[in-house]
């Protein structure tokens, strides 16, 4: 068997994310994440692992995420072509996502790229964004 190749020194292993109600946040993430072509990496009772950590901790001390609040404000993602984009905002809206700046959709990043900025039901925030052709 062929040893898989040593991680980049450097690079991120995972990034954790806690939940206030981890089966809203799976609801809200599991598409978007597998779309994406993330694979369900480890589930236990109070967490889910796409490499990408959503845990629902006995430790938190509040019931919501303020991205304008010191911590994490969004998460970025590179998508192929602006249709792509179009299309996952099509359906993140339908998965309880909404969409920011809406008046400047889908330039709110700059004229140079087509994104989206959308906000889950527990007020995280992800870019969607694809350079223009």
């Known amino acids: 068997m062929t040893e ?8 991120l292993h995972h990034i954790e994310i806690w ?8 609801s809200d993430w599991q598409w978007l994440l597998e779309d ?20 629902q901790s006995p430790a938190l001390t509040a019931t919501t995420h303020n991205r304008c609040a ?17 299309l996952l905002t099509a359906k993140a809206r339908e998965n309880g996502w ?7 959709h889908p330039h709110a990043g700059g004229s140079h790229q087509h ?3 959308l906000e889950s039901r527990d007020g995280f925030e992800i870019e969607l964004v694809a350079p223009l052709a």
Do not use: C, M
């Not at 898989?4 to 690079?11: K, N, S, V």
């Open 4 to 11: 898989p190749p040593a991680p980049i020194p450097g690079t």
């Open 19 to 26: 939940a206030p109600n981890l089966d809203r946040t799976v």
């Open 36 to 55: 994406l072509g993330y694979t369900l990496h480890q589930s236990w009772d109070n967490g889910r692992s796409w490499k990408l950590v959503f845990e």
């Open 70 to 86: 010191p911590g994490l404000n969004h998460l970025a993602f590179h998508i192929d072509t602006a249709d792509r984009v179009d």
């Open 98 to 104: 909404t969409l920011l700046f809406p008046e400047r």
């Open 115 to 117: 994104a989206a900025y």
